[in-house]
């Protein structure tokens, strides 16, 4: 379905530490599809560095300490996948389905990358799935099986963009 709309913006990186904003919207829009999200939705992205995601961490969550990516859904989806939402759960001036936000570190997804010996695009598309996968309400704190089928769903989703 088209319709969808991801907004992303970088702040606090540095112009040769940026990710890159069309391979992270690809990769939200396949999430969306291959989810099968039959309402236009909305995503939002920040691009930062490490000391505002530390703060956004600690603010939120209690953990003072960077991290790689944080996902704030705005929707409970259970069990987790896609379930059409009521009407009222549509942004009255959009139309569309807002999903929640993503804060990307890009300092630790170049740091990763490097830890991993792949790129920073692999990186890039592997955490912005997991993240639009925890919009969708997809865990992997609690039990094995979610995180099972949450890595089964973001290997897949890598395989479909053709980024490995």
């Not at 991290?67 to 959009?94: C, H, K, N, Y």
């Not at 790129?119 to 997809?138: D, F, K, M, Q, V």
């Amino acid at each position: 379905m088209t319709g969808h709309k991801t907004y992303a913006r970088h702040s606090g990186v540095k112009t040769d530490n940026r990710l890159s904003i069309p391979l992270i919207k690809r990769c939200i829009i396949a999430v969306l599809c291959h989810e099968g999200v039959d309402c236009p939705c909305e995503v939002s992205v920040l691009i930062t560095d490490d000391l505002t995601i530390r703060a956004i961490n600690c603010e939120f969550r209690g953990v003072d300490a960077a991290t790689d990516v944080l996902s704030f859904p705005m929707q409970e989806f259970s069990p987790p996948g896609w379930s059409p939402p009521s009407r009222g759960a549509l942004d009255i001036d959009t139309g569309l389905l807002p999903l929640g936000e993503i804060v990307l570190s890009a300092q630790r997804v170049g740091a990763q990358a490097l830890e991993y010996g792949h790129s920073r695009e692999r990186e890039t598309a592997y955490l912005t799935i997991h993240a639009s996968l925890h919009l969708l309400g997809y865990d992997h704190v609690d039990e094995a099986e979610g995180k099972a089928l949450m890595r089964a769903r973001e290997e897949e989703i890598l395989s479909v963009l053709s980024v490995t």
